[in-house]
């Protein structure tokens, strides 16, 4: 049972464009919310959370949006840079839950310069 | 060192041979985890430690597979018996119990040939 969904495997975005990486989750126990970027040989590093009081965050050129209702939300890059290129993870965790981060599959970023 | 520190990087070993992985966490982080990425895969959760709590083994794949954490502090992954499927990057993380934000180490490749 996959209670954190990334359904898009891959996503290819021109530089200076905006990256929109889309997560769903199941479980409305799930109170806090992160995204995780990964490059190749690398474990993954914390890039930005929301808690569920919230419905959006931002820190620089990331913002993080949060619909409750809709159990979605999503990590938007803009402008998108080169550097950017990894495989993004969204994590979802419950109190109720001893907060257990619980990851999505990924989706691989391309941003072509 | 002020990371999560996991050893070896690299690790090959013969079909039904144990491996023991090893992790530490940051000082004074009281959650653990343990998660493992196969080939093209996302984030698979194995088990999670949380300060004194019985850890959540729910992700282990099998009996194979069993982690202690001695002292609250540092976690050896041991998988007996290692079958060619067991190939993948095992990942450590460590956070404080009361920020879920978690911190990668670099992860073990291990490869059963």
């Known amino acids: 049972d996959q209670q954190v969904k990334q359904n898009s495997p891959s996503l290819s975005v021109q530089e200076g464009r905006i990256s929109i990486l889309n997560c769903d989750y199941t479980?409305?126990?799930?109170?806090?919310f992160l995204w995780y970027k990964k490059y190749p040989a690398e474990g993954p590093t914390f890039l930005i959370s929301?808690?569920?009081?919230?419905d959006k965050n931002e820190d620089g050129r990331f913002t993080v949006f949060l619909n409750k209702s809709a159990k979605h939300l999503s990590l938007h890059i803009v402008p998108s840079q080169p550097g950017d290129s990894a495989v993004y993870f969204c994590a979802a965790s419950a109190r109720e839950y001893g907060n257990k981060l619980v990851f999505g599959a990924g989706t691989i970023l391309r941003v072509k310069s | 060192g002020a990371g999560v520190s996991q050893s070896p990087s690299n690790k090959v070993t013969e079909k039904g041979k144990d491996v023991e992985l090893r992790c530490d966490p940051i000082s004074g982080h009281t959650a653990l985890y343990w998660y493992r990425q196969s080939l093209g895969q996302g984030l698979e959760f194995l088990i999670y430690f949380q300060g004194n709590s019985a850890p959540d083994k729910s992700g282990l794949p099998s009996d194979r597979f069993s982690a202690e954490r001695t002292g609250g502090s540092v976690s050896t992954l041991t998988i007996q018996r290692t079958q060619q499927e067991d190939s993948a990057v095992y990942l450590c993380a460590s956070s404080l119990v009361s920020d879920t934000e978690a911190f990668f180490g670099q992860g073990t490749r291990l490869t059963v040939v």
């Open positions: 929301i808690s569920s009081i919230k």
């Open positions: 479980n409305s126990m799930f109170d806090y």
